[in-house]
């Protein structure tokens, strides 16, 4: 995959999905051949890493087209998942026409989505020429060169040749725009591995019978995996396991938040014995018995009762340990927690409350899922859905001192219908007692009646979970609950409610604090894993005039492409910033530099995003930018190189430019990106090595070299282009990390030496998250050698798998070849850390600072040690020692603002972090409020809004935006906007409070 592109490969990503689908599921290996009156139907099952995406079937007949008998193949593809009734689906059908002596006469193919339909045909005409057309279109004649084989032929190819080491030929992918595909088949023993020309470097293979019929197929591209199934088997993979396992109940109580005590009898067929939960203090189990349980949950108050902190560990130390997937270990898992405990009362129940708000507001839900991620994932997407997000928050609580397990059950639900519903939530040890804690529900209690713990899940082990989520939901959908008899407890009177709150004395930041936004928290946005992906406009017409301009970028139509770019940006509000920047750069990858350059014209505040502007001229941006007519060719060629390699011409290319590649480094490095798709890398590399000269700071030039170099196997080479540019100070940190990874690969291959190469390749893998196999390739090496680098590498490959006990023997093994190593040192601080050892970890910290006293990075960690003892003074000393070194880091800058509380400064503070990371959240919610108190409602919108692409999903950001609606007069929006805050979260009090005022 490294002779290509990152962004290239980002792009072609989806459609190679399909295309390897395409290919594994049949299409080209029918057992029938053109003698044949048999139809022929094969299905298949489709997943990604284990997780069924959905089915696909092949048809094979004879029949009739334009009064001549033909072959005809269909290919059916369905990708499809279920969440709560609602599909997220793609479906394709593909058809295949071939003559009986298997020459190629015409593919249909049509594609089906949530958001668009498309239909075209490629045709083939007697003199051997083709033609494309679409849907009420004219034809287009196009190029192709070589045999082209359909799937009879392609058959016919692999029955004849099928002792061959090497099968070769050339066939349609009819996804990627009816593009050539070159297919090389390498026998090896049972299978065959197949290389594509459409994505190199990516393992492919099949198992084929004698008959030469397809029986299995792997593909190393996202772990595509194809099984050969029956047809119940493969439709039947497409279900909604969430939608089934709801449970109906005829009973029905109004306001359950009102009972004091409810007795519920479960019945399911097969109940096993001392299956149920018995821990649980407020839940306790009556009777099992005839596959019936009688369970009663009590309500429990906890608010006015003090918990020691932390509780009492004896019996329960496995529930503080991590684990697969409560890896707490993480450092942003470790900073987060630890952040959320600063300046709370040691309180067990204030802590569990805190960290469980934290969970609610701040990591977005998504739909619910089968597939699990790691506490460590969830925290670092900022989203997950429920299960994910619980298994987040038991990681923190264990983090905190808490011990936390997860119990699977059902919630009881009025909306839209009385049912009882799969739910998962966390047990925490409270004082002497396990209590619920569910973070879906912000301030909820620690103890709810509406919740009926079925399972102790092993969520918290170190197993796969899965395919044990599945089993639970299968279970729930056979399951009956009825409801016995229950009491109420008195209700709340309206008068109870805190009406005393007022914009001027509420306190905005510290509910902003309590809500979650910890000092160290940065909330990245995401890339899109397609560059074509821009941020979603305000509304419907904007938006469908930004899909038609990149759907006409891909078609090479420019100028209609600029044209629907200019009506979707002219209703873009002129104070998003936020957006005009993600604009700017998409637009300047696509080569249109006049629009992006209109973006940046729009800017309003340059002490925030003057920072941002400078980086995106240096990575995107040419010293000669084209006039307008050569930035359409240029932006045409470009669109080509991407989406239609098929349709570059090199002679008029060539001619189109002339001699105008001598003074213009943009022309250079097109003619380059043509040349190294082309496959030409002496000129690739050539027309490069320009544009480099003539344009040294251009990032995007120096990875297209160092792609050009690896393509040549020039590893040396383009290694050292990678790490001229890592020395740069690239404020894009998904940038850096990438080159970082593409580097340590390249080492990996230039390596003569096998201990170098395993190191390098260690490297890869430990930034890849496969700890496994860099932990194997490091043991090996210390057989046989003694090496300090060695040493340390599988150090830090233990301490991200969190055995801390071999981390620790490793690193004192480093030590004992050179005492005085920093790295071994700060690791044994870092170990000590992340165990709550700060007094250990700032002794580590301090003594490997010795030996580097200009190390910001270590006396950042120092600092933190002495936030967290809660020697404030010492930490606030050591942050302002951190920007001396390092005036760019923001850590040390926000816990400035919060050891500080000075709210003038704050604020050119929070400036001075978003000029470096404008995706840090805290800050725009913190500029947000100081404009409020300033009542300065126009800078408030715009900070908020600027706010709204990073996650809008918050009732803080709602309650905010009533705010300003209330300080302008607009009653009736601070209404919406109240109301949208309480049904992201019915108990959020403050928006509460304003709405009663308003009424």
């Known amino acids: 995959m490294y002779n290509i592109s990152m962004k290239s490969l980002k792009r072609i990503m989806p459609k190679c999905i399909l295309f390897l689908i395409l290919l594994f599921t049949g299409l080209f290996n029918i057992a029938l051949c053109a003698d044949s009156n048999l139809v022929y139907e094969q299905y298949f099952t489709s997943s990604i890493n284990g997780e069924k995406i959905g089915y696909s079937f092949v048809e094979q007949k004879l029949t009739q087209y334009n009064n001549q008998n033909v072959i005809l193949t269909h290919k059916h593809i369905q990708q499809q998942i279920k969440k709560f009734g609602l599909p997220v689906e793609i479906i394709q059908d593909i058809n295949f026409y071939e003559t009986t002596d298997l020459k190629p006469l015409r593919i249909e193919f049509s594609s089906k989505s949530a958001d668009s339909k498309t239909t075209s045909y490629l045709d083939f005409s007697d003199n051997g020429k083709a033609f494309i057309s679409a849907q009420n279109s004219n034809p287009k004649e ?27 030929y050339t066939t349609i992918d009819p996804e990627n725009n009816f593009r050539p595909v070159e297919i090389k088949a390498t026998k090896d ?103 019936t349980a009688y369970i009663k949950v009590k309500q429990r108050n906890y608010k006015d009762q003090v918990f020691k902190y932390p509780p009492k560990s004896k019996n329960v130390k496995t529930y503080l340990k991590p ?110 007692e396990w209590s619920s804690l569910d973070e879906s529900v912000f301030e909820q209690d620690l103890s709810t009646v509406d919740y009926i713990a079925l399972a102790d899940a092993d969520f918290a082990l170190n197993k796969p979970m899965d395919e044990q989520l599945i089993g639970y939901l299968d279970k729930l959908s056979k399951m009956k609950i009825n409801f016995l008899d229950f009491s109420l407890v008195e209700a709340i009177a309206p008068s109870d409610i805190d009406n005393s709150v007022k914009l001027s004395d509420m306190g905005i930041f510290d509910y902003i604090k309590n809500a979650g936004l910890s000092a160290d928290e940065i909330d990245y946005k995401k890339s899109s894993n397609d560059d074509r992906k821009f941020l979603q406009l305000s509304n419907i017409t904007s938006q469908k005039y930004l899909n038609q301009a990149y759907n006409a970028y891909m078609k090479n139509d420019i100028d209609s492409s600029i044209s629907n770019f200019e009506k979707a940006f002219d209703l873009t509000p002129i104070n998003d910033d936020y957006s005009n920047i993600d604009y700017a750069n998409k637009l300047s990858s696509l080569g249109l530099f006049t629009l992006a350059k209109s973006r940046l014209a729009n800017i309003s505040d340059y002490q925030i995003w003057e920072n941002k502007i400078e980086n995106l001229y240096k990575m995107y941006l040419p010293k000669v930018t084209p006039d307008a007519n050569e930035e359409k060719i240029c932006a045409g060629i470009l669109s080509r190189t991407s989406y239609s390699v098929e349709s570059l011409d090199l002679h008029d290319i060539e001619n189109t430019f002339n001699n105008k590649y001598k003074k213009s480094d943009y022309i250079n490095y097109v003619l380059a990106r043509v040349y190294f798709v082309k496959k030409d890398d002496k000129k690739a590399l050539r027309h490069i090595n320009k544009a480099i000269a003539q344009n040294p700071n251009n990032y995007l030039y120096r990875i297209l070299k160092a792609n050009i170099l690896a393509s040549k196997q020039n590893y ?48 890869f893998y430990l930034m890849s998250n496969q700890e496994e196999r860099a932990k194997q390739l490091m043991l090996k090496n210390i057989e046989t050698r003694r090496n300090l680098s060695d040493y340390n590498l599988l150090a830090r490959v233990y301490f991200n798998s969190s055995d801390f006990a071999n981390a620790t023997q490793t690193y004192e093994k480093a030590l004992t070849i050179k005492e005085k190593d920093i790295t071994a040192t700060e690791g044994l601080g ?3 850390y992340i165990q709550h050892n700060y007094k250990k970890a700032c002794e580590q910290y301090e003594k490997a600072l010795s030996y580097n006293k200009k190390s910001d990075k270590l006396l950042l960690k120092i600092a933190n040690c002495k936030r967290d003892m809660s020697d404030d003074k010492q930490a606030l000393e050591l942050y302002y020692q951190v920007l001396k070194l390092d005036p760019e880091n923001f850590f040390a800058m926000y816990n400035i603002t919060q050891l500080n509380k000075n709210d003038t400064e704050a604020k050119a503070i929070y400036k001075k972090i978003l000029s470096i990371n404008p995706n840090f959240a805290p800050a725009w919610l913190g500029l947000t409020r100081a404009a409020l108190i300033e009542k300065n409602t126009f800078l408030a919108r715009q900070y908020l809004l600027n706010m709204s692409h990073i996650n809008n999903s918050n009732p803080v950001y709602y309650y905010y935006s009533g705010l300003i609606e209330i300080m302008d007069e607009n009653y009736s929006y601070a209404r919406r906007d109240f109301n949208t805050a309480l049904q992201l979260n019915p108990n959020f009090t403050p928006a509460r409070v304003e709405l009663e005022k308003l009424r």
């Open 142 to 168: 196009i190029a192709l060169t070589g045999n082209i084989l359909f799937p009879c032929a392609i058959e016919k190819l692999f029955k004849e040749k099928n002792q061959a080491p090497i099968i070769e």
């Open 189 to 291: 023993k049972d299978r065959y591995n197949i290389s594509l020309s459409i994505l190199p470097n990516v393992q492919n293979s099949q198992w084929r019978d004698i008959q030469g019929r397809v029986t299995k197929e792997y593909s190393s591209f996202l772990g595509i995996e194809q099984t050969l199934s029956t047809k119940d088997e493969a439709i039947s993979t497409i279900t909604d396991i969430f939608e089934k396992s709801k449970i109906s109940t005829a009973g029905k109580i109004s306001n359950i938040k009102s009972v004091k005590e409810i007795t519920y009898k479960i019945s399911l067929a097969n109940f096993p014995s001392g299956s149920l939960p018995d821990f649980i203090n407020s839940q306790r189990i009556i009777q099992i018995k005839n596959n």
């Open 323 to 432: 684990t697969l997937y409560l890896d707490y270990q993480d450092k942003e898992i470790e900073l987060t927690t630890a952040k959320q405990l600063h300046n709370i009362s040691k309180d067990s129940y204030k802590i569990a409350k805190t960290l469980a708000n934290y969970v609610n507001k701040e990591i977005k839900t998504q739909p619910n899922k089968t597939k699990i991620k790691k506490a460590s994932q969830t925290l670092t997407d900022k989203c997950g859905d429920k299960t994910d997000k619980t298994i987040l928050l038991a990681a923190m609580l264990r983090k905190a001192h808490i011990p936390a397990r997860i119990v699977v059950g059902v919630k009881y639900d009025t909306t839209p219908e009385t049912s009882f519903n799969y739910h998962c939530w966390v047990v925490a040890k409270i004082g002497n």
């Open 716 to 763: 040396n080479a383009a290694v050292n282009e990678l790490s001229a540019l890592l020395e740069r100070n690239i404020n894009d940190r998904e940038l850096a990390y990438g080159i970082k990874l593409h580097k340590y690969y390249m080492l990996s291959l230039k390596s003569k030496k096998p201990a170098e190469r395993n190191y390098n390749l260690a490297r």
């Open 830 to 832: 870092n170990i000590a």
